[in-house]
Nanobody
Framework: QDDLVESGGGLVQPGGSLNLTCVAS????????VRWFRRAAGKERELIAQ???????TYYADSVRGRFTISGNRVDTVYLQMTNLKPEDTALYSC?????WGEGTQVTVSS
């Protein structure tokens, strides 16, 4: 069964770091863009980072630029390195490619 699975979320103090992983099962990313979204409680889903596998081009939302880094192996795994985390980064983080979505991994930033 084709699937996306995220991992790496957790509870971290403000200023801390987390590394999220998104792994495809049953298919590969090919040349498509892979995106990380997040949805905080009571808010709309937000696109925060994207990597285009054909050329490695990246995109970051203003809210995370300079703190988050997206990377991947261009085959079946994408990472999101998150540093200097803030309470407002608390959300469910999900990855997406084409019509595939993972269930997400929860990130909570709190002291």
């Amino acid at each position: 069964q084709d699937d996306l699975v995220e991992s790496g979320g957790g509870l971290v103090q403000p200023g801390g770091s987390l590394n999220l992983t998104c792994v495809a099962s049953g298919f590969t990313f090919s040349r498509n863009a892979v995106r990380w979204f997040r949805r905080a409680a009571g808010k709309e889903r937000e696109l925060i980072a994207q990597i285009v596998n054909s050329d490695g081009t990246t995109y970051y939302a203003d809210s995370v630029r300079g703190r988050f880094t997206i990377s991947g192996n261009r085959v079946d795994t994408v990472y999101l390195q998150m540093t200097n985390l803030k309470p407002e980064d608390t959300a469910l983080y999900s990855c997406n490619v084409l019509t595939y979505w993972g269930e997400g991994t929860q990130v909570t930033v709190s002291s």
